[in-house]
């Protein structure tokens, strides 16, 4: 018996491969499966549903602005499209004490992502002896992104943070155009039904027990009408006087 095994596209190349993500990015695509594809067009809806990288692993996110607080909040499900991998996937990450950084997309990009901006932050305190400013962690999240254009991270980053004890709340493509808001952001494969959600529960100048229920309620609500996220959920929001953490418990289908 003889037995041949080929490794998987990109991975023998000189270039340094990020993970998954990177195999992704690099397989090719049979051009006449391709081409039967574009002339059906259910065969294409389906298609792009079905292989978009961005909704490959599931998730719900949420970032929402208060009076002198900020919140965001994350399911906890990783997912291959409809089956359940983990329950309990961080998404969430506290940069800082002033800064948090929320992350949807493909969970290999999302663990990568984290990891590298952990580093540029260490680097910048290493080097200025002080800490960052949000505003200026914020800037940097989208020039890190905008550097790997032509081969772009697939995530959706929220970036929030008090500055001078005012809220800082901004999101992102996955090339790095930064948006800033002064309500809310939603993101993950949840993000349509969040969307409207928020807009009927949003009220300007929410102090942090409000904040923290509403989010919850959100993103409760968004995860119960979206098959590829739920199982829990964790609110985080932000004052001048710390970080407050709060448990959900969600659909766990």
Request: proline fraction near 2%.
């Amino acid at each position: 018996f003889f037995f041949f095994f080929q490794a998987e596209d990109g991975i023998r190349d000189a270039q340094e491969s990020r993970g998954l993500g990177d195999v992704y990015k690099r397989q090719g695509i049979n051009a006449e499966y391709m081409g039967r594809i574009n002339q059906n067009k259910i065969l294409k809806e389906q298609y792009i549903r079905k292989m978009s990288i961005d909704t490959y692993n599931g998730g719900a996110i949420i970032g929402m602005i208060g009076k002198n607080c900020v919140a965001l909040a994350c399911d906890r499900r990783l997912g291959v499209q409809f089956q359940t991998i983990a329950t309990n996937f961080q998404k969430v990450f506290q940069m800082q004490d002033d800064i948090l950084l929320g992350l949807s997309g493909l969970g290999t990009d999302i663990q990568t992502f984290s990891a590298v901006m952990e580093y540029e932050l260490n680097l910048y305190n290493l080097k200025e002896n002080r800490k960052m400013k949000p505003n200026t962690f914020a800037n940097l999240v989208s020039t890190t992104l905008y550097s790997k254009r032509f081969s772009p991270y697939f995530v959706s980053p929220i970036v929030a943070g008090l500055e001078k004890g005012q809220p800082v709340l901004t999101t992102y493509d996955s090339i790095g155009c930064l948006t800033k808001t002064e309500e809310f952001v939603v993101g993950g494969t949840a993000a349509e039904t969040l969307y409207g959600i928020a807009e009927a529960f949003y009220r300007p100048n929410l102090n942090p027990d409000e904040l923290g229920e509403i989010v919850a309620q959100i993103l409760v609500s968004g995860c119960d009408r979206d098959i590829l996220s739920g199982w829990g959920g964790v609110v985080y929001v932000l004052t001048e006087d710390g970080l407050s953490t709060k448990i959900l418990k969600t659909k766990q289908t």
